[in-house]
């Protein structure tokens, strides 16, 4: 027999065992505890892992539920319900969870939107026109119209319209801010569901050169935001809304030439 591979074959086993038993020794020493109802939190959630609540995923607020740090009812996807189920885990009251969706600040389509004298020839996904030539309109802060926000939207909640401007289906939307981080010109915010008026528009150039690219455009005449009394305040040309001083009655929506601020909806007066 050959004593070398014997030999070997005993040293290697030895050393597996000795190993072994260290790495046994370390867990026992060294391991954490995790803490049950993270699990059970964790269970409760959608699972959806997509970061609308501003964590890494459903385990990762999990631990911050658990550990104090994230509120039981910051899930948008999940909502009321899984605020209950969270809050029911955890012995606190759920209150309610905000509805978030996603709303495009632009209005200027296809039969808006001024047109390049060139045509684009290229790619067509928006990321791409954005870095490559600014697509085939004149605006360079408006909607591409490339629909990466709606391949983005894993839920089916968004659509191209016939006018080129994405739309939102909220019946199946999970306010999971894909589409908002697909967007290279930001059109797309994320809003309460009750909230009701904004500017539909990002559009910074001079009121001329605004007219000249889109014909609802904000045009930076600021009417709006000396009617608001603090609730529309003028940045480089353009309107932004201050929710926290809005009311709505103030602005003279009828003086907007352009209608870049109106409402979301025509049928409902939301206080914001």
Do not use: W
């Given at each position: 027999?050959?004593?070398t591979?014997?030999?070997?074959?005993?040293t290697?086993?030895?050393?597996?065992?000795l190993?072994?038993?260290?790495?046994a020794?370390?867990?026992?020493?060294?391991?954490?505890?995790?803490?049950?109802?993270?699990?059970?939190?964790?269970?409760?959630?959608?699972?959806?892992?997509?970061g609308?609540?501003?964590k890494?995923?459903?385990?990762?607020?999990?631990?911050?539920?658990?550990?104090?740090?994230?509120?039981?009812?910051?899930c948008?996807?999940?909502?009321?319900?899984?605020a209950?189920?969270?809050?029911?885990?955890?012995?606190v009251?759920?209150?309610?969870?905000i509805k978030?969706?996603p709303?495009v600040?632009?209005?200027?389509?296809?039969s808006?939107?001024?047109?390049k004298?060139?045509?684009?020839?290229?790619?067509?996904?928006?990321?791409?026109?954005?870095?490559?030539?600014g697509g085939?309109?004149?605006?360079?802060?408006?909607?591409l119209?490339?629909g990466?926000?709606?391949?983005?939207?894993?839920f089916?909640?968004?659509?191209?319209?016939?006018?080129?401007?994405?739309e939102?289906?909220?019946e199946l939307?999970?306010?999971?801010?894909?589409?908002?981080?697909?967007?290279?010109?930001?059109?797309?915010?994320?809003h309460?569901?009750?909230?009701?008026v904004?500017?539909?528009?990002?559009?910074?150039d001079?009121p001329?050169?605004?007219k000249d690219?889109?014909?609802?455009?904000?045009?930076?005449?600021g009417?709006?935001?000396?009617k608001?009394?603090g609730?529309?305040?003028?940045?480089?040309?353009?309107g932004?809304?201050?929710y926290?001083?809005l009311?709505?009655?103030?602005?003279?929506?009828?003086?907007?030439?352009?209608?870049?601020?109106?409402?979301?909806?025509?049928?409902?007066?939301?206080?914001?």
């Amino acid at each position: 027999m050959d004593y070398t591979l014997i030999i070997a074959i005993a040293t290697m086993g030895g050393l597996g065992f000795l190993f072994a038993g260290g790495l046994a020794l370390a867990d026992r020493k060294l391991r954490v505890e995790e803490n049950p109802l993270i699990a059970k939190v964790n269970d409760a959630l959608p699972g959806a892992n997509c970061g609308a609540c501003g964590k890494a995923g459903c385990y990762d607020f999990a631990v911050n539920i658990v550990e104090g740090n994230a509120a039981v009812n910051g899930c948008p996807v999940g909502g009321d319900e899984t605020a209950q189920l969270v809050a029911d885990i955890m012995g606190v009251e759920a209150g309610s969870a905000i509805k978030m969706y996603p709303r495009v600040l632009c209005r200027g389509g296809n039969s808006e939107a001024v047109s390049k004298l060139t045509e684009y020839y290229g790619p067509l996904s928006c990321a791409a026109m954005d870095i490559v030539s600014g697509g085939n309109k004149m605006c360079f802060d408006g909607c591409l119209g490339g629909g990466d926000c709606v391949e983005a939207c894993p839920f089916g909640a968004m659509i191209m319209n016939e006018n080129g401007i994405p739309e939102v289906i909220e019946e199946l939307c999970t306010s999971c801010t894909m589409c908002v981080q697909a967007c290279p010109r930001d059109v797309i915010e994320m809003h309460p569901e009750d909230r009701n008026v904004f500017v539909f528009c990002k559009n910074h150039d001079d009121p001329k050169k605004a007219k000249d690219v889109c014909s609802v455009a904000c045009l930076g005449c600021g009417i709006c935001a000396r009617k608001s009394d603090g609730g529309v305040e003028m940045h480089d040309n353009l309107g932004v809304i201050n929710y926290d001083k809005l009311d709505q009655n103030l602005i003279p929506f009828d003086k907007c030439r352009t209608g870049a601020i109106g409402h979301l909806r025509k049928a409902e007066e939301s206080e914001n």
